[in-house]
């Protein structure tokens, strides 16, 4: 009796056929054709959900407001999140694997975006229209995978993975534990720290021009 329960409720899905008779069989629908039904309907829920949220009147995001981030995949996605939001600039001090930022950063230059970044890390975002500052160099590496960006000015987002005893820079650093739960960060459209996180890739980029102009 149970697998014709579960049987009836994969023919109400769409899951199977059945072929009459004085037994019932039951034909298993090709995973083609069931699994692009099964995103078009998905699809067109979300698409439906998301007009019905529309409708509704969202609460207004606090300026005062911080909200904490714990784990690598919660980081990365706050920090697409707030990519995605750019129409005028992003601003980026990043140490984390480009690949994580890429879609969005393409996404934003087709926008316009301009896009500026800085890095201790010896890393490249190729096919990317970005002014780039680094001031990677092997006497003076990174040890922490850290990312700040600030978007359109108006909001930002923080985080790296735990540094505990460790100093961030120099010639005796190790790398990091970088699993999902190593990291930490915060996100938030409070314009004092916007206006911090700002003012620090800001000046990260100025020191280490003066450093190489005067040696």
Known sequence: PSVYSALESLLAKGCVTSIPGNTVEYRAVSPEILFDEMSSSFAASCQKAKKCLESLKAPSFSNHEFSNIEGKENLIRNVNRVIHLAQKEIIMNC????????????LAENRGVRIVLFTWADIQFKDIKIEFYSGYSENSQCADERIFVVSDFAHCVV??????????????TEKLPNGEKDFFGMISDNRLMVNL?????????????????HK
């Not at 140490?95 to 393409?106: C, V």
């Not at 985080?159 to 005796?172: F, L, T, V």
């Open 95 to 106: 140490t984390m694997s480009p690949d994580f930022f890429a879609e969005e950063l393409k």
């Open 197 to 213: 996180v700002t003012e620090h890739i800001h000046f990260d980029i100025y020191l280490n021009r003066l450093k190489q102009k």
């Open 159 to 172: 985080g790296s993975n735990e540094r505990k005893d460790y100093i961030a820079h120099g010639k005796d």
